[in-house]
């Protein structure tokens, strides 16, 4: 049984930082699978912010976070982490840990509902 367990939200200024982090456990590798955060805010769709593929040499991200979120995988660990630097307001939301099995012939996909796997979520707030 896949479960992905979160850590690293909390309470941050404006343009501050922190590090989401998400450990996956359950099989013996995740290695055809891609990685991915998605956040939803209150009242809104739950939306992809970004994805790291199988073999990790390969990152997308939501334009609204792109240059100043980074995300990675340690795949020896089954860990996906998440950076978030020069946080604003309107990143606060619960953000999601997602796993889902990739084909390696594409790219990894920005589709909630190509992933399998979800954590709870970790609150992230964002004060003004």
């Known amino acids: 049984q896949v479960q992905l367990e979160e850590s690293g939200g909390g309470l941050v200024q404006t343009g501050g930082s922190l590090r989401l982090s998400c450990a996956a456990s359950?099989?013996?590798?995740?290695?055809?699978?891609?990685m991915a955060w998605f956040r939803q805010a209150p009242g809104k769709e739950r939306e992809f912010v970004a994805t790291?593929?199988?073999?990790?040499?390969?990152?997308y991200y939501a334009d609204s976070v792109k240059g100043r979120f980074t995300i990675s995988r340690d795949s020896a660990k089954n860990i996906v982490t998440l950076q978030m630097n020069d946080l604003r307001p309107q990143d606060t939301s619960i953000y999601y840990c997602?796993?889902?099995?990739?084909?390696?012939?594409?790219?990894?996909?920005?589709?909630?509902?190509?992933?399998?796997?979800w954590g709870q979520g970790t609150q992230v707030t964002v004060s003004s």
């Open positions: 359950g099989r013996s590798s995740f290695s055809n699978y891609a």
């Open positions: 997602a796993v889902g099995y990739q084909d390696p012939q594409r790219r990894a996909s920005t589709v909630a509902e190509d992933y399998g796997y």
């Open positions: 790291v593929n199988w073999s990790g040499r390969s990152t």
